[in-house]
């Protein structure tokens, strides 16, 4: 159990809730894991780094379209400097994140899941979580 092998995880930070994703140890594919409310989400991360080897976390930075810096960015900074005082040995990366809700609704739309399912907010956060986290995943030979 001493050398088990790390994952990585992806965060959509929100101001109410968060979706959160996972690699597999290969970190080559990105699954959703969950949506929680973000004032949980430390908690939640302290709960998944005793049963997985958390190797990077992988954050969305919010960029509007004309590459401005989205309000929530504050928040998140201030997040990462929480995460980066528990945590000082895993990595943290960010990833654009403009337009991973939209092409979240599009994959939940093109699933043939229920539409009572598809407007949940919880199922798009952490489908968008792990948009976030593929996108890195796809673009890590570049770190």
Do not use: C
Not at 32 to 41: A, F, K, Q, R, Y
Not at 120 to 125: A, G, L, M, S, Y
């Amino acid at each position: 159990m001493q050398n088990k092998s790390s994952v990585y995880i992806g965060i959509d930070y929100g101001k109410k809730k968060s979706g959160i994703s996972i690699s597999d140890n290969n970190k080559v594919i990105s699954f959703p894991l969950i949506t929680i409310e973000t004032s949980s989400l430390l908690g939640y991360i302290s709960e998944l780094s005793l049963k997985e080897n958390i190797e990077k976390i992988i954050i969305g930075k919010p960029l509007k379209l004309n590459n401005d810096i989205h309000d929530l960015e504050q928040s998140i900074l201030k997040f990462i400097d929480k995460l980066k005082n528990l945590y000082p040995k895993i990595e943290i990366k960010r990833v654009d994140e403009r337009f991973t809700s939209s092409i979240s609704k599009q994959i939940i739309l093109n699933s043939g899941i229920n539409k009572k399912k598809r407007l949940n907010k919880f199922t798009i956060d952490k489908i968008s979580a792990s948009l976030i986290l593929e996108t890195y995943l796809k673009t890590k030979s570049n770190d």
